[in-house]
């Protein structure tokens, strides 16, 4: 990205976030015409909150028939995504494999199968051998039945958010990195955005997108809303070959086959030569401290080596920690604020935005230039749904 020496006095919109889903936000609404558009980013550098910090997924089994939708148009994005931004990025679909150990989990993804074959995704019921041939060095005891998609699979957070940059760049926009919002301007007579204040200067503008991940409700606060945006921390560990020369043929997947042990949500893929593995936390509180917790490592490890034996020999060569975006239904919110005009929000995806960026922005700029964004319900969608309590969940939240 080239250097912006003067932070814009003016701008059509600004974006709040610098993550994936502002980076595509900002060029969807470029794309649309909306000549000054500013995205700003508090952090020296693109992506380094949550888009960096997770495992890279991309799926189609969601429970809710709006999310499947978000996840049809945003991986076809990616297949295409040199065609749409003119950048190369790493996607390999290898599939997604959700392993079920309750009756009534099986019983809950064969009704998701339904609906997900119904909107044309491929998406097959498995015994445990069969998961066994997809994942080799898999351990299936107390496996019922598997699901797995073969066009799910693992793409590059990184490369998604500067490929959008870089393209809304060339379009027009103005990214304003090292610069952190401290207040968002609202005339109280109107109920309306007037402006954005940063660590740089005022910008006035009538378009506020906050796009900032688990900060939205600080976000929110500023211009007198509260966003029901919760950080919750989760870890992800590398592990690798425990000897030179490298993981004993069969006890790893070769390809990049997602693995979801869904009771437990310990989920691993391959990750070049290594192993990358994960977990949620029991009784996880909301935090923005990206600690690596250690002793959590204690916590994974039985699940991991039951799922995974060869990872009980493998040392951690790398962890981190990154923080979900959970709101009350693990559904994202993507739309206006209504009763503050100018106020649009793209936040919220529960652990599932980088993977729903590509079609989320483009809803959104639709939304803000009042273009028609087409055939996906977007009232699971809304802000207001909290204070009608119009909620319908997404289940299947690793």
Known sequence: LTIMADLPRTADAVVVGGGCMGASTAFHLARLGVANVVLVERDTQLATGSTGRNAGGVRHQFSHESNIRLSLESIATMEHFEDVTGAAIDLHLDGYLFLLATPAAVESFERNVVLQRRLGVAVDVLTPDEARSIAPGLATEGVLAATFCARDGIADPNGVTMGFARAAQRLGVAVARDTEVVGIDVDPE?????????????????????????????????????????????????????????????????????????????????????????????????????????????????????????????????????????????????????????????????????????????????????????????????????????????????
């Open 190 to 398: 109107h109920q309306r955005v007037t402006g954005v204040r940063t660590s740089r200067g005022r910008i006035d503008t009538p378009v506020v997108v906050n796009a900032a991940g688990p900060w939205a409700r600080e976000i929110g606060r500023m211009a007198g809303l509260d966003v029901p945006v919760s950080p919750i921390r989760r870890h992800i560990f590398i592990a690798q070959p425990g000897s030179p020369s490298g993981w004993v043929p069969g006890s790893v997947p070769a390809s990049r086959v997602l693995v979801i042990d869904f009771e437990t949500s310990f989920y691993f893929h391959r990750e070049g030569g290594n192993v990358l593995f994960g977990m949620g936390e029991r009784g996880e509180q909301p935090t923005f401290d990206t600690t690596v917790q250690w002793e959590f490592l204690e916590q994974i490890t039985p699940v991991a080596t039951r799922r995974l034996p060869a990872i009980a020999e493998a040392p951690i060569a790398k962890a981190w920690a990154g923080l979900y975006e959970m709101t009350p239904d693990a559904m994202p919110i993507i739309g206006a604020a209504r009763r503050l005009s100018g106020y649009w929000l793209v936040t919220g995806f529960s652990g599932h935005g980088f993977q729903h960026s590509p079609a989320a922005g483009r809803i959104l700029a639709d939304l803000i230039v009042a273009r028609d964004p087409g055939p996906i319900d977007l009232a699971p969608f809304a802000f207001e749904r909290f204070a009608s309590g119009d909620v319908s969940a997404e289940r299947n939240v690793v």
